[in-house]
């Protein structure tokens, strides 16, 4: 537990360099919001759960009360995942529903811990093909993720356990910066 612990108060101090660029994306998602626009995100098993943490922070609320914000964590709609994947492949999986809910303007956040998930950097590439802004959160850079998208923050840690427990850190700070160029108060 110790060594975990020691993991993960370093990890943070290098990630802490990442809150001016959180800050950015959060005032650049609320004129997406403001605008009629929405976020997708999408990543496979924790950071599936990422995702779905993020968009549920948003259609909900995360510190205050305020207007349901449009967010879609991709993975979450079984029916269409499993026709997605019989019919086209796992690699197609968010590739798809991108294309069918992203529009130009939208946001589509990756998470991934390894940033080498095909069918996240699929989705990637679907997103800005339709002119949707791309953002990832991954693990240790280089990764082929982070290489693709419009933006990324990189946790440089020793373990899958800690990068996704700084994915969540992030996606909270991303909320709290969102929730300030917003105005939203207590």
Known sequence: MEDHLAAL??????????????????????GVFEAGGRLLACGNGGSAAE?????GELVGRFRHERRP?????????????????????????FARQVQAHGRPGDVLVCLSTSGGSQNVAAAAKAAQELGVTTWALTGPAP?????????AVTVEAPTVATVQEMHLVLVHGLCAALDDALGVTA
């Open 9 to 30: 108060a370093e990890a943070a101090r290098r990630t802490r360099e990442s809150a001016p660029k959180i800050t950015a994306w959060g005032r650049h998602l609320a």
């Open 51 to 55: 995702a779905q943490h993020l968009t």
């Open 69 to 93: 914000l449009s967010a879609i964590a991709l993975h979450a709609d079984t029916s269409a995942i499993t026709a997605i994947v019989n019919d086209y492949g796992d690699h197609e999986v």
């Open 143 to 151: 990764n082929p993720l982070a290489a693709l998208c419009d933006d």
